[in-house]
């Protein structure tokens, strides 16, 4: 079963421009985590926000938590087009020991 | 830090037959996860592993599915009698325990049944 459920299921964006993408979950969570999956490639782990926190920073990637509204967005400034993949958001459960994915946001990056 | 591989990459069987996946971990990581993904759907959470103990084994597809990490190190997934509908990418990811919980993933097995 899937918990968490990315929105839009799709994003085309030009490149230069950003891009954000939403994560509704729902049950209570020890961390929320954002992955990148290049097509028929594995996952790779972009960011990882605990649920004490609010809004985390990498580079180009802004993840925002709202635990009250069960909630995640990824934002991805100054696109480009190695951006082009598909986005899930995996949620720990407290207490947990696996992940659970979303369905995930397929985002196009056109130069 | 070679970064987690699965073996092989692609395998095509016929439906009925026995098929059996390799991964191999980040060498200090103890723990050790399998998921099976579908075309157009999120990881899918079988199993996990820490060390050569099997914590969670309940999200096995079916009894056709089984386990393994004899040493703690590599493990292995066999899928016996296969069926049409086990056509998937199966991916191994492996972390620390006492780790941020950030899993790093292998390049995925990509089966298909025929």
């Known amino acids: 079963s899937q918990q968490g459920e990315e929105d839009p299921q799709a994003l085309s964006i030009q490149e230069g421009e950003n891009a954000t993408m939403n994560c509704s979950y729902k049950?209570?969570?020890?961390?929320l985590q954002w992955y990148r999956q290049n097509s028929g490639r594995g996952l790779v782990h972009l960011i990882l926000?605990?649920?004490?926190?609010r809004e985390k920073h990498s580079g180009r990637l802004r993840v925002t938590l709202d635990t009250s509204k069960k909630s995640s967005s990824l934002l991805i400034t100054a696109s480009r087009a190695a951006d082009t993949a598909s986005y899930f958001c995996?949620?720990?459960?407290?207490?947990?020991?696996?992940?659970?994915f979303g369905k995930g946001t397929k985002l196009s990056v056109i130069p | 830090d070679t970064g987690v591989s699965q073996d092989p990459r692609h395998k095509i069987t016929k439906r009925g037959q026995n098929v059996t996946f390799r991964c191999d971990p980040i060498?200090?990581?103890?723990?050790l996860y399998w998921y099976r993904q579908t075309l157009g759907q999120g990881p899918e959470f079988l199993t996990y592993?820490?060390?050569?103990?099997?914590?969670?084994k309940s999200r096995l597809l079916s009894d056709r599915f089984s386990a393994e990490r004899p040493k703690g190190s590599f493990s292995t997934l066999e899928i016996q009698r296969t069926e049409q509908g086990d056509s998937a990418m199966y991916l191994c990811?492996?972390?620390?325990?006492?780790?941020?919980?950030?899993?790093?993933f292998g390049p995925g097995t990509r089966l298909t049944v025929t």
């Open positions: 592993f820490q060390n050569e103990a099997q914590l969670e």
């Open positions: 990811a492996s972390t620390y325990l006492q780790g941020g919980r950030e899993q790093y």
């Open positions: 926000i605990r649920s004490n926190e």
């Open positions: 049950t209570s969570i020890n961390n």
């Open positions: 995996a949620t720990l459960g407290a207490g947990s020991y696996q992940l659970t």
């Open positions: 060498s200090e990581h103890n723990r």
